[in-house]
């Protein structure tokens, strides 16, 4: 049997490990045909010489990581194991440059590949689609960009938009002022600004309208210029509220537009206007597509096996 033995210079190994061996364990999930033991700080590899040669390379990148970064964790983890190359994991975890500094000096930075290729499209065009399932940060980093162009003064405004489906945008039958009706269909849309913006000046941007937050059906009859605008929930969009959208419009916008065609909540029989929209607009030159995936997925562990799961069944039926 093969041996491989990697010594572990310059790193803790109880950090580097993870408590109770976690870093370990979930090596092990990825590597099940080695036998992987660690001690001290010394990780010992026993197994096939192909399987050890790719172990051994993916511990090193982990390694540069925990390097540069001081820490390791399963996000890591799982990014450096399921790149396809190197240079794609870099491009994701090294070359990544802050977008902004948030609240309490957050580093707020494309975290993965298609993260990263998001900022780059989003650098490059005027429009931008984001597509892809809960949690792989399509909105947190659009509302990131957003406020980078406002603070560098590239747009005068910030507009965020979302369909309020789940009450048929027909919002007079909830309790309190328009206002209390419509922030928990806004709520993401809050929850990223507050981590970017402090709280006194962030309420002066909403009040002056610097910073606007409003339901698609508000967007109707506007031409939005000097603005960043982004749509967010778009597979919610009816044909002609998406053509309305994108024809808002103005001069100096840029439009991002946000969605998971696999979660449309739309009545049987009607059309996503963000499906549509991306067959009809594939080809036009300055709209720029981006897909992310499970692998972007960036919240808890679990989301990301939540959408491993649906998908199978979705795939059988």
């Given at each position: 049997m093969n041996e491989l033995i990697l010594e572990l210079e310059e790193i803790t190994p109880k950090e580097f490990f993870g408590a109770q061996n976690a870093n370990i364990k979930l090596l092990k999930e990825y590597f099940p045909k080695l036998k992987i033991v660690a001690r001290g700080n010394k990780i010992k590899a026993y197994g096939d010489a192909d399987l050890l040669e790719e172990f051994d390379r993916r511990m090193n990148m982990l390694m540069e990581h925990f390097g540069k970064y001081n820490k390791i964790d399963e996000n890591v983890i799982e990014r450096v194991l399921t790149s396809q190359s190197s240079d794609d994991y870099k491009t994701s975890?090294?070359?990544?440059?802050?977008?902004?500094?948030?609240?309490?000096?957050?580093?707020?930075?494309?975290?993965?590949?298609?993260?990263?290729?998001?900022?780059?499209?989003?650098?490059r065009n005027d429009m931008v689609f984001a597509i892809g399932p809960a949690g792989t940060g399509k909105t947190y980093t659009g509302v990131a960009l957003a406020v980078r162009a406002l603070k560098n003064k590239e747009v005068k405004r910030i507009i965020l938009t979302r369909p309020a489906v789940e009450a048929g945008e027909n919002l007079g039958f909830l309790p309190g002022d328009l206002k209390e009706k419509l922030d928990p269909y806004m709520q993401p849309l809050y929850d990223a600004l507050r981590d970017m913006i402090p709280a006194e000046k962030l309420a002066s941007f909403i009040e002056n309208g610097t910073i606007q937050i409003a339901p698609l059906a508000f967007m109707r009859g506007r031409t939005l210029d000097n603005a960043f605008v982004i749509l967010d929930e778009g597979q919610n969009t009816t044909h002609a509220q998406m053509k309305m959208f994108l024809t808002r419009m103005g001069k100096s916008a840029k439009f991002l537009l946000t969605?998971?065609?696999g979660q449309v909540d739309l009545p049987r029989r009607s059309i996503s206007g963000l499906k549509e929209a991306l067959l009809v607009l594939k080809n036009v030159e300055g709209i720029g597509?981006?897909?992310?995936?499970?692998k972007d997925v960036i919240r808890h562990k679990l989301v990301k096996k939540v959408i491993e799961a649906y998908k199978s069944i979705e795939n059988r039926d």
């Open positions: 975890a090294h070359s990544g440059e802050a977008i902004i500094h948030g609240v309490n000096g957050k580093i707020i930075k494309a975290q993965t590949v298609n993260q990263r290729k998001l900022v780059e499209s989003v650098n969605g998971d065609p597509m981006i897909y992310l995936d499970d």
